[in-house]
DNA sequence: CATGAATGAGTTTTCATTCAT
DNA sequence: AATGAATGAAAACTCATTCAT
């Protein structure tokens, strides 16, 4: 009884703490970071305020719990695309194809997570699309090693992480606010077409 | 009487209000803005809370002040610098260059318009350094220009713009975070690189 | 389980508000409504100002609960009387003498009305006894089908209806004032005897 | 220097004074008591809102002063019409005539009193005219009078009084509310047909 | 004398959190 | 395990009053 019980109420607890993960991008991703009471989650979820008390230790908790979730999700997709090309050059090409990519379909989770970047009382509020360093710490490396193959020309590789960063994140708000006069895919060889304009070494 | 009164009494207003402000920058770049209450700015300048109430409508008059003040001041050191340019690429480039030379001095005024932008209800979020679309719509028409004189390649430009924004505001951000390891004069030249092989048309 | 406990649940939500209610009608009656803020109710009710937020979507709602609660009261009370009797002439004295008798025994409530009505930014701050036209409206028509009749004599029915409101809520405020001092008894029959002469055709 | 100065300082003081409790009367009479803070009526009157705590101790006084002052030009008019009716019967006449008049001419003035009276914390809040007890009771002993010399019947006279002040109270009201739609001369005709059918000894 | 800047108490409302059931 | 009632802090705002100039 009780591996089985215990098996179960995990998976149950973790199936419940997803659904309310879920529905706190939802209500982050449209009414905005400062909007998103913990009443109005619960209230979408259709259940009672206790029940995210109950489930979290508290909003911090739950807030946390989106930008993992999200980032786990998304990291998946992109890191396993990035395995495929062998250089640096090449992986840094599929980052921003596949983060582009994941936009498109995950516009809400993507949303959430940086209005909790940008609202995060420990935050910094810095413009890359995660709120965390590690993601710049990844592409700054990427960016050292294209310089190293000689791929890349020289530049500081931490800016340059930056501002892809920033680059992506203003393409988010912008399908965001005007999806429907924006050409994703337009603006996704665009920006790959500045990017390597302004990393690569020139012939 | 009269007058000099009124005189002596329009100016002690305008410099309280003008005051307030500044605290008021003071607190949305140290606290964040969601911190920023009228209790904190309040605290911070010595007065009590009544005080904000009295000299400003409200706290959206208080804000928008600090959005205006700071845009007029920077704007003024701006475009005194763009207007020097006959063309369309040393427009932006003395734009990219003078508000980078702005940011050095005035880090907590943008920092606060950047706050400011990034959490209004009203704020469309984007990561553009003013909040506004006026200067994206300047920027946009510039690098529009700049196609038609031909020399600057072919891209989207009120995307260009965006991303323009968006990487001047993560420099903002990192000098903030890490002011003391950055070298803004480098980060600068870098920038002003980064855009120009990102857009200059190639030989 | 399920249908129990929302049965206990809206019991229990229902008596919650009607408790705070009767403390918001204590409160307003004693000491005005101007005085009557949430903080008074809350603390005469013995429980922290959150509460009534909680239990009501506002002030508004409760004042509003306050007031439809007690007229839907008196309302049942008086027009079961006013049924009883055939004609105009008789539901009109029928009227008088159940809202004294309920005067009598429910005072504060009215009294809490009579508060409500006068203070309240969106009342006409009419002298009736309701602060509703309604019952204005009503009275008016049985004055004129008491005209029409033959029972009463001529006068605008409007103008009569607004009088004997007045009258009764005269009687309210002395009762509440004087409480000690008033006959009650002789001042219901001193109005109706009033009314009588005022309004019936003579002989 | 002295006595002269004086002499114009008082008249000084008390046309400003004066001229205060004007502004008072129409802010209270267009916006209601609530919302009549002293920041309004100075507003209204066009001087800062220090001006009325300087000439008077505190709100409550500059109130007081609203209510004396109408009071005392209410009651010197309606006062003489009286004295020229040798009994009390045609003194009651003359005195709902005189305030009916006097209410056509001064509907702000008198429902800035009954504002007053309404919302005033200490007040009873009856719904008499004038919110003081004086006037009742002048009316009272008049009723009593005009019993005692066999011209009106038998019944309690301070009720009576009490209605009276309420039915001339609720004309008042209807006045302000409907003086479009309202026949003053009919009504006030009306007002002395109900008083004296109720109040005279019948044939 | 007169002003208006400043205060601080008080209002309604929102919200994360706690706790008894 | 789950609920929802209750709390208390914090927010923006209003206002009568005080006080230095």
Redesign the interface.
């Known amino acids: 009884m009780g591996q089985d019980n215990d098996g179960r109420t995990r998976v149950d607890e973790s199936a419940k703490r997803a659904r309310l993960v879920r529905y706190a991008v939802e209500t982050i991703a449209e009414e905005?970071f400062?909007k998103a009471s913990l009443s109005h989650i619960a209230t979408r979820a259709g259940v009672s305020k206790g029940v995210i008390s109950y489930h979290f230790a508290g909003k911090e908790e739950l807030i946390q719990e989106v930008v993992t979730s999200v980032m786990a999700d998304m990291g998946e997709a992109v890191f396993s695309r990035m395995d495929e090309q062998p250089g640096a050059v090449g992986k840094l090409r599929a980052y921003i194809e596949s983060v582009v990519a994941y936009m498109r379909v995950h516009q809400a989770e993507l949303l959430a997570v940086v209005?909790i970047a940008?609202?995060r009382?420990g935050g910094?509020?810095?413009?890359?699309l995660t709120g965390s360093d590690p993601v710049v710490r990844v592409l700054a490396a990427l960016l050292a090693q294209g310089q190293e193959e000689g791929e890349l020309r020289d530049?500081?590789p931490r800016?340059?992480a930056?501002?892809l960063?920033?680059?992506i994140?203003?393409?988010l708000?912008?399908l965001v606010?005007r999806g429907d006069e924006l050409d994703l895919d337009?603006?996704a060889r665009?920006?790959i077409?500045?990017f390597e304009?302004?990393t690569h070494r020139r012939a």
Chains 1, 2, 3, 4 share one sequence.
């Open positions: 905005g400062a209005e940008r609202s009382p910094s509020g810095t413009s890359d530049f500081p800016l340059m930056l501002w960063q920033a680059m994140n203003a393409l708000m912008e606010a337009l603006a665009e920006l077409t500045v304009l302004a």
